[in-house]
């Protein structure tokens, strides 16, 4: 039998807005959100403080399985640490891309993200949630924008949280995760067959906001 919980799958690279995004179409619709990619800074930060070989994949699956992360209230937590700010640095977020490329790593990653789907239902933000983690999702939505044009709202989130940035240094750094992300071997980064692509680069978030649930609540059966 088929799960009955309705997922909503938002996937697109690196300051696409799909963060912000996928945090507001959860709360109006008034449903679960998981942001995936917080799961994989968390391991990646985790690999980072305990001085993890990263070359190791046995390892680094082993602690995949098993790293005590809980997702509290919109905070992250290894254990009782709040690691919800430093999770968000670039280099946190190269390590997850760099680990990212294993497929025993992604395997491991697979149960804890599919527990989030829950009544009344799902948003789910990340690379892969429409193409292998919730294929059966009844919404996908990719969403893109030019690459300078994410490495400003990075740049600009980034500055807001208290991080020392560069903008060049930024872009250089988000198009060289893209191509990581895009081209590994195991579920790259890529639009789902049937998933709705938008390119936000000249949209506010409001007007992506709305047309996600505009698009969702065309497909849901009317209450
Ligand atoms: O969405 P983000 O920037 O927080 O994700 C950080 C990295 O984690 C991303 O560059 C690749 C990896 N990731 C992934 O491989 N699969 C996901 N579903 C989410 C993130």
């Known amino acids: 039998m088929s799960d009955p919980t309705p997922v909503l799958t ?9 963060g912000v995004v996928s945090r507001e179409v959860a709360l109006q619709l008034h449903w679960n959100l998981l942001d995936s990619g917080a799961l994989y800074r968390a391991l990646g930060y985790m690999l980072l403080e305990k001085d993890v070989d990263r070359a190791d994949i046995e390892a680094v699956t082993k602690i995949a399985h098993t790293f005590p992360i809980v997702f509290l209230n919109d905070q992250v937590y290894l254990e009782d640490d709040n690691i919800t700010a430093e999770i968000r640095s670039e280099r946190v977020g190269a390590v997850a891309s760099e680990i990212g490329v ?5 395997a491991a990653l697979l149960d804890v993200q599919r527990s989030f789907a829950k009544s009344p239902g799902l948003v789910a ?3 892969d949630m429409g193409t292998v983690v919730f294929p059966q999702a009844f919404c ?4 893109d924008a030019s690459p300078a044009e ?3 709202r990075r740049y600009l989130q980034l500055k807001d949280s208290g991080f020392d940035v560069n903008l060049a240094e930024l872009e250089a750094q988000i198009v060289a995760r893209d191509e990581r992300d895009k081209t590994r071997a195991v579920a790259p980064l890529k639009p789902a067959a049937d998933a709705v692509v938008i390119d936000t680069t000249e949209l506010r978030i ?3 906001v709305a047309k996600v649930v505009g698009i969702a609540k065309e497909r849901l059966p009317a209450d």
Do not use: M, T, W
């Open 10 to 18: 938002i996937d697109g690279p690196g300051g696409s807005g799909k």
């Open 102 to 106: 294993h497929e025993p790593v992604r």
């Open 125 to 127: 933000d990340g690379r």
């Open 140 to 143: 996908k939505i990719y969403l």
């Open 150 to 152: 994410r490495a400003k």
């Open 206 to 208: 409001d007007e992506v």
